[in-house]
């Protein structure tokens, strides 16, 4: 049987790591396996990696490094997405999928440039909902990020106007959060 020997490295293999065509070479920092092909060094696999799992519910301020990863990875730049199932009273709504790629601003003010916050919105004829939390990360190796800042929108079409309002009792929670390879 033929033994085949992996290189091992602390970042992506580039081609002069990788000089033949089909060795294989592993990110022991991410977990992340690569091949060399023709011209160039093609990450192998993909799909979503589960970093958190939890019922964190948002809170509405920020505080900092409050989720804890189930590993040490730099996620700066990443695409993550976030499970988020928001309750009233009693009722539990159905779970949402919001995507979004990470940085590091933590500012929380409104700006006409930049996104602040991650949302999704629902309509059930009457009630025009918008959900929002912030979410950032060190441009670093870390086991922790930070998500707060729970907003809500809510517009009632009622007739000929439409009555938005701030105020809800909605509490959103974390579910899970994924690295989309």
Do not use: C
């Amino acid at each position: 049987m033929a033994i085949i020997r992996v290189k091992r490295g602390t970042s992506v293999p580039t081609t002069s790591h990788l000089t033949q065509v089909g060795e294989m070479g592993f990110d022991t920092t991410n977990n992340e396996l690569y091949i060399r092909g023709n011209s160039s060094v093609i990450k192998i696999g993909g799909g979503f990696s589960l970093l958190y799992e939890g019922n964190l519910s948002i809170p509405t301020t920020i505080t900092v490094n409050n989720i804890s990863l189930n590993r040490s990875i730099n996620l700066y730049g990443k695409i993550l997405a976030f499970e988020v199932r928001a309750v009233t009273a009693t009722d539990s709504y159905e779970t949402h999928i919001i995507y979004g790629r990470m940085g590091t601003n933590s500012t929380t003010s409104a700006s006409p440039t930049y996104d602040r916050l991650y949302s999704w919105t629902t309509f059930d004829g009457q009630y025009f909902k918008t959900h929002s939390f912030k979410a950032y990360v060190s441009n670093s190796i870390s086991n922790t990020m930070t998500i707060g800042y729970l907003r809500h929108l809510i517009g009632n079409f009622s007739g000929t106007s439409i009555a938005w309002t701030t105020n809800t009792s909605t509490t959103v929670y974390l579910e899970r959060i994924w690295l989309v390879n």
